[in-house]
């Protein structure tokens, strides 16, 4: 088996596993160099949305509107798509450390170092707690998505804890869109060196960049320092340009693997049992 992820630029993933479709961070109509619009993009089986800034969120709406797709997010993006009539029952606002569960398909939100709020039709602000995600589309094949996290120290504990195999990690900045305000941003969450040691401390097989638009300096830079950072002498540092598809073979994996549901567990412990709902 195998998991193909398209990057649709910015920080935009969908993601096709051998039984789903998740679409990650759903930013396309103002999207420059995404390879789908609202209207054509195939219906994913979830929505994935790590806060709210409208390079993250700003289409969620209008695809699950479209599609009957669930959306799993923060308490505030969650407040948003309500405000855009989505069904309370079609979204499912989340916090770290809580594991969910869609169709078969398990999501963990992680601690992400970033902010997030949203603006109402009324001209209410509400802000919310932005997150990481974990996903596992198939064995051997857990990917990290960074949701605009900063770098911070307990990336190794995450690593630790859930093994990612993939990690999305923002590099650069996201050129060409607009950014209003004062002062003159002069890297992303992460520069190139950072990201390349959150690949290092996440201990996955695969960095791949993101937060971009078309691959430049910063990113060439991110694919030299993993390499730079790399202590298991395995890790692949990928740069896809928009509407490139990527194939991720999975990594093998032991009986000791920690599940992303019950972490490491004892041989007496049922991982066959259905979570209380």
């Not at 619009?37 to 969120?57: F, K």
């Not at 999975?250 to 009986?255: A, L, N, Q, S």
Request: charged share 20%; net charge negative; with cysteine.
């Amino acid at each position: 088996m195998t998991t193909r992820l398209r990057f649709l630029g910015a920080s935009c993933f969908e993601v096709v596993g051998p039984r789903h479709r998740i679409l990650l961070e759903p930013f396309l109509s103002d999207n420059p160099v995404s390879p789908y619009t609202v209207e054509t993009i195939p219906a994913p089986d979830l929505i994935l949305v790590s806060h709210g800034a409208w390079d993250h969120s700003a289409d969620a709406g209008a695809v699950a509107k479209r599609t009957g797709a669930p959306v799993c997010c923060g308490a505030d993006v969650a407040a948003l798509l309500a405000d855009q009539g989505i069904p309370e029952d079609q979204v499912r606002p989340t916090i770290w450390g809580l594991c969910y569960e869609f169709d078969g398909f398990l999501v963990r939100p992680v601690e992400c170092h970033h902010w997030s709020s949203v603006t109402l039709a009324d001209g209410t602000r509400i802000a919310g707690t932005p997150l990481s995600f974990i996903i596992e589309t198939e064995p051997g094949v857990r990917i990290y998505h960074f949701g605009d996290t900063a770098i911070f120290g307990d990336m190794k504990l995450i690593g630790q804890l859930h093994r990612p195999t993939v990690a999305l990690l923002g590099c650069a900045n996201t050129d060409g869109l607009p950014d209003p305000g004062a002062g003159l941003a002069c890297t992303g969450e992460m520069n190139p060196d950072e990201a390349a040691l959150a690949a290092e401390w996440l201990g996955v097989r695969y960095a791949v960049a993101t937060h971009y638009m078309n691959p430049g300096e910063e990113v060439d830079e991110f694919c030299r320092r993993v390499a730079h950072h790399d202590s298991s002498g395995r890790r692949i540092a990928l740069a896809p340009r928009a509407g490139e598809w990527i194939e991720i073979e999975p990594v093998e994996i032991g009986p000791d693997h920690p599940t992303l549901l019950w972490g490491g567990t004892s041989p007496e412990f049922d991982l066959t049992r259905v979570p209380t709902r």
